[in-house]
């Protein structure tokens, strides 16, 4: 069984082949690995995971949903919900409508805070973050996304050139676009494909991606 490493089901199926559904040639190894395999490892792997789903049948599922609903507040125009997580571990999260930005007291105490500290980490999401969301273009894997603005950008540079930093950029776009989008910045980390590929500190484009 080959699974894509995104599947909420790679959690019970275990003995399946976990694969990055955006990369050909890793599908392609994957099938000629477990054309190869032994037939009775293939009979082992086989009767584990039939095991498992037998356990875990569509009934269970749906009632589990069920009382998830029963027990999730259902005042749902007082809250807001949205995505955080990487890879398969993204989950959603539910916080209330009326989350503000922070007032003056909490800015001056976070800046305070970050003049004195010695060491720092940024996790920013390309859009929706340091550029926005094209609601017709949101799950297109090969668009490209928005360019940055001129203040994002100047921000960016800012954060990467300061020694006490650790910047990353994650994002769903590919290794490709996200390697050409941010070419001009050193020091820059970046998670592609929703954080299943991941580069330490880019600098012109010569670091390789590793897998999660």
Same mark, same amino acid.
């Given at each position: 069984?080959?699974?894509?490493?995104?599947?909420?089901?790679?959690?019970?199926?275990?003995?399946?082949?976990?694969?990055?559904?955006?990369?050909?040639?890793?599908?392609?190894?994957?099938?000629?690995?477990?054309? @190869?395999?032994?037939?009775?490892?293939?009979?082992?792997?086989?009767?584990?995971?039939?095991?498992?789903?037998?356990?875990?049948?569509?009934?269970? =599922?749906?009632?589990? =949903?069920?009382?998830?609903?029963?027990?999730?507040?259902?005042?749902?125009?007082?809250?807001?919900?949205?995505? /955080?997580?990487?890879?398969?571990?993204? @989950?959603?999260?539910? %916080?209330?409508?009326?989350?503000? !930005?922070?007032?003056?007291?909490?800015?001056?105490?976070?800046?305070?805070? *970050? /003049?004195?500290?010695?060491? @720092?980490?940024?996790?920013?999401?390309?859009?929706?973050?340091?550029?926005?969301?094209?609601?017709?273009?949101?799950?297109?894997?090969?668009?490209?996304?928005?360019?940055?603005?001129?203040?994002?950008?100047?921000? $960016?540079?800012?954060?990467?050139?300061? %020694?006490?930093?650790?910047?990353?950029?994650?994002?769903?776009?590919? /290794?490709?676009?996200?390697?050409?989008?941010?070419?001009?910045?050193?020091? $820059?980390?970046?998670?592609?494909?929703?954080? *299943?590929?991941?580069?330490?500190?880019?600098?012109?484009?010569? %670091?390789?991606?590793?897998? !999660?």
């Amino acid at each position: 069984l080959i699974l894509s490493s995104f599947s909420g089901s790679i959690s019970s199926l275990v003995t399946s082949t976990m694969v990055n559904p955006y990369n050909t040639l890793e599908i392609a190894k994957a099938i000629k690995n477990v054309v @190869r395999e032994p037939i009775e490892q293939k009979i082992a792997k086989f009767e584990h995971d039939f095991e498992s789903v037998k356990k875990n049948t569509v009934k269970k =599922w749906v009632d589990s =949903w069920l009382c998830d609903l029963i027990r999730a507040d259902n005042r749902t125009n007082k809250s807001i919900i949205m995505s /955080v997580g990487l890879g398969k571990t993204t @989950r959603l999260l539910k %916080t209330r409508s009326d989350f503000h !930005l922070l007032d003056d007291q909490i800015k001056n105490s976070i800046a305070k805070a *970050y /003049v004195n500290s010695k060491n @720092r980490i940024f996790i920013l999401d390309n859009e929706g973050t340091l550029g926005p969301i094209d609601p017709h273009k949101g799950n297109d894997v090969l668009y490209q996304g928005t360019g940055l603005t001129t203040a994002a950008t100047n921000i $960016l540079h800012e954060l990467c050139h300061d %020694t006490l930093n650790t910047t990353y950029i994650v994002s769903g776009r590919s /290794v490709d676009i996200m390697k050409e989008k941010f070419k001009d910045f050193d020091n $820059l980390g970046i998670a592609a494909d929703n954080g *299943y590929y991941y580069a330490c500190n880019q600098i012109q484009q010569k %670091t390789e991606f590793s897998k !999660l």
